[in-house]
């Protein structure tokens, strides 16, 4: 059964940072696109961000661009997302998930459905 697992979330105060780790179980890393979303209560899900399966492409949600950075180990086999300048509003369940990748590999911001792991809670509050 292919499943990934987050950690890493946690309390923070506005301003500070965390990072999260992605690591999957029953599969190899390095043969997926993965990318991470979050779900706030009352609002739809946003994706956030994703990283080709050999890293060098990465795509963000304007949202998040310039303070949050997707990247992987796949020797570690892990992925992470390292969260700067957090905003109340980041406050959320973050999930990663396997995703949709182009003919020429590259990472295309929608989750496979199903491929998400349990969600690590974020909440970013004075």
């Known amino acids: 059964q292919l499943q990934l697992v987050e950690s890493g979330g946690g309390l923070v105060q506005p301003g500070g940072s965390l990072r999260l780790s992605c690591a999957p179980s029953?599969?190899?890393?390095?043969?997926?696109?993965i990318g991470w979303f979050r779900q706030a209560p009352g609002k739809e899900r946003e994706v956030l961000s994703c990283i080709s399966k050999n890293g060098r492409s990465t795509k963000y949600a304007d949202s998040v661009k310039g303070r949050f950075t997707i990247s992987r180990d796949n020797v570690k086999k892990v992925v992470y997302l390292q969260m700067n300048s957090l905003k109340p509003e980041d406050t959320a369940v973050y999930y990663c998930?396997?995703?949709?990748?182009?003919?020429?590999?590259?990472?295309?911001?929608?989750?496979?459905?199903?491929?998400r792991g349990q969600g690590t809670q974020v909440a970013v509050s004075s």
């Open positions: 998930a396997r995703m949709f990748t182009t003919v020429q590999n590259q990472c295309i911001m929608t989750p496979v459905s199903g491929s």
């Open positions: 029953g599969f190899t890393l390095d043969d997926y696109a």
